[in-house]
């Protein structure tokens, strides 16, 4: 069973900074584009950054500039580096991850479980 695990949210001042990890595990053939959404409360979940497999990046707008967005795959690793960092970039953020189990089969996407980022003086 294939799974995606985000990590390193938490409490962080105004203008400081965090790296989030999503890690993936389990038996899968490939692993393509990874994406990072964030769900603010009372809000919908919206797209952050997402990365292909080969490398090649997309931005929201609001994400340009301050977000950077990476992959390690040897890691099974895609990163998240948030400068600073807003009070209005308080959310739970998701990552979102495509597997091929076995080749030939269709792709699938799932979603990780989320990791809270609160940013607050």
């Known amino acids: 069973q294939v799974q995606l695990v985000e990590s390193g949210g938490g409490l962080v001042q105004p203008g400081g900074s965090l790296r989030l990890s999503c890690a993936a595990s389990?038996?899968?053939?490939?692993?393509?584009?990874i994406a990072w959404y964030r769900q603010a409360p009372g809000k919908q979940r919206e797209f952050v950054a997402g990365?292909?497999?080969?490398?090649?990046?997309t931005y929201a707008d609001s994400a340009k500039g301050r977000f950077s967005i990476s992959r390690d795959n040897a890691k099974k690793t895609v990163y998240l580096q948030i400068n600073s960092l807003q009070v209005d970039d308080t959310a739970v953020y998701y990552c979102?991850?495509?597997?091929?189990?076995?080749?030939?089969?269709?792709?699938?996407?799932?979603w990780g479980q989320g990791t809270q980022v609160t940013v607050s003086s």
């Open positions: 389990g038996s899968f053939f490939t692993l393509d584009a």
């Open positions: 979102n991850g495509v597997f091929v189990v076995r080749s030939g089969n269709p792709p699938f996407a799932i």
């Open positions: 990365i292909s497999n080969s490398g090649a990046t």
